[in-house]
């Protein structure tokens, strides 16, 4: 079955990187539309980013526009979050999901299977 599995999530200071991994299997990786979205705490889970089985960004949130990158590695089966100048409000659980069902990139209703979350605290 289709498995997501992130990493590379931890405790940061402000304006501080990380880079996230979502390693995937049981599919066939390139055909898919993979997402990025995060969860505040107290908060309702949000987009973050979107990218094609080709590896062009198709969506971006207003609020990481410059600052992060998404990515993929399809030989790798592997989606990238790529996060520079971070702030205290990118803390959050981050999670992968695979795009399955048409519509909006940033609607997580959209998207099928989804990773168990990797914590990313940004102190200030």
Do not use: H
């Given at each position: 079955?289709?498995?997501?599995?992130?990493?590379?999530?931890?405790?940061v200071?402000?304006?501080?990187?990380?880079?996230?991994?979502?390693?995937?299997?049981?599919?066939?990786?390139?055909?898919?539309?993979?997402?990025?979205?995060?969860?505040?705490?107290?908060?309702?889970?949000?987009?973050?980013?979107?990218?094609?089985?080709?590896?062009?960004?198709?969506?971006?949130?207003?609020?990481?526009?410059?600052?992060?990158?998404?990515?993929?590695?399809?030989?790798?089966?592997?989606?990238?979050?790529?996060?520079?100048?971070?702030?205290?409000?990118?803390?959050?659980?981050y999670?992968?999901?695979?795009?399955?069902?048409?519509?909006?990139y940033s609607?997580?209703?959209?998207?099928?299977?989804?990773?168990?979350?990797?914590?990313?605290?940004?102190?200030?």
């Amino acid at each position: 079955q289709v498995q997501l599995v992130e990493s590379g999530g931890g405790l940061v200071q402000t304006g501080g990187s990380l880079r996230l991994s979502c390693a995937a299997s049981g599919l066939t990786f390139s055909n898919y539309i993979m997402g990025w979205f995060r969860q505040p705490p107290g908060k309702g889970r949000e987009s973050v980013a979107a990218i094609s089985g080709s590896g062009r960004t198709l969506y971006s949130s207003d609020s990481v526009k410059g600052r992060f990158t998404i990515s993929r590695d399809n030989a790798e089966n592997t989606v990238y979050l790529q996060m520079n100048s971070l702030k205290p409000e990118d803390t959050g659980t981050y999670y992968c999901a695979r795009k399955f069902y048409s519509g909006d990139y940033s609607d997580p209703r959209n998207f099928d299977y989804w990773g168990q979350g990797t914590q990313v605290t940004v102190s200030s």
